[in-house]
């Protein structure tokens, strides 16, 4: 539902911003679909500028788009964070995924 909701308002500003959308393992309930009209603002989401020390890039090989085949245009891409988090005495790892259009 999000995705289709994304490519929706990719359309309806045609090209004008980014729009993203956030998704959170295991932790649906946080994803989101934010519109930036910063690029550089942008740059700092997609480079993980914000919180280099507690959230690691997700590998290469990774791919959320083919994983939960979520039914996206081809020209959008994703980018994967995670980070292990000690909450009360249960280990999680998190991960937060970045989907946009690519221009």
């Given at each position: 539902m999000l995705a289709?909701?994304?490519?929706?308002l990719d359309e309806s500003?045609?090209?004008?911003?980014?729009?993203?959308l956030f998704l959170s393992f295991p932790f649906l309930s946080?994803?989101?679909i934010d519109i930036c009209i910063d690029s550089k603002h942008f740059e700092k989401l997609t480079s993980?500028?914000?919180?280099?020390?507690?959230?690691?890039?997700v590998?290469?090989?990774r791919n959320v788009l083919s994983e939960y085949d979520l039914a996206?245009?081809?020209?959008?891409?994703?980018?994967?964070?995670?980070?292990?988090?000690t909450e009360l005495k249960d280990i999680r790892t998190?991960?937060?995924?970045?989907?946009w259009k690519a221009k």
């Open positions: 289709a909701k994304l490519v929706e500003i045609n090209g004008k911003y980014k729009t993203l946080h994803s989101r993980n500028a914000d919180a280099p020390s507690s959230w690691l890039p590998g290469l090989k996206l245009p081809a020209e959008y891409r994703a980018k994967g964070f995670c980070r292990k988090s998190e991960e937060n995924w970045i989907i």
